[in-house]
């Protein structure tokens, strides 16, 4: 379905909303919520450990937000496969890296869970 001149007009109308929801979604929203999230992230992570702070909940709540980190910038990673120049053959290391990627990525989501 990636090529929308062949199909007739009710599907290319699909095609082309598909499309630009992908855009949105993913190469547009993804990168500005893993940015906030990032930038949240290493705030929570430096406010919770000074001093005044020591506590088993500072202690918990400083895990979940590195778990959370390294949980958004798996994630950016991976999505670098919805861009149309990932697929040429310079980034042959990002298709080596990719299943270590996911690896990774459902690691510290399932990390979170049992935080």
Not at 64 to 77: H, R
């Amino acid at each position: 379905m990636d090529n929308c001149a062949a199909l007739i007009i009710q599907d290319q109308k699909y095609c082309y909303f598909r499309k630009a929801v992908h855009f949105w979604a993913q190469q547009a929203l993804l990168p500005a919520v893993v940015a906030v999230g990032v930038v949240g992230n290493m705030l929570s992570v430096v406010v919770l450990t000074r001093e005044p702070m020591k506590s088993s909940t500072s202690t918990y709540l400083t895990a979940l937000a590195v778990s959370d980190l390294f949980y958004l910038l798996f994630v950016f990673t991976i999505s670098f496969e919805n861009y149309p120049w990932i697929v040429e053959a310079d980034y042959y290391i990002y298709w080596k890296w990719y299943p270590y990627g996911l690896w990774l990525t459902d690691a510290a989501s399932e990390y979170m869970l049992f935080l």
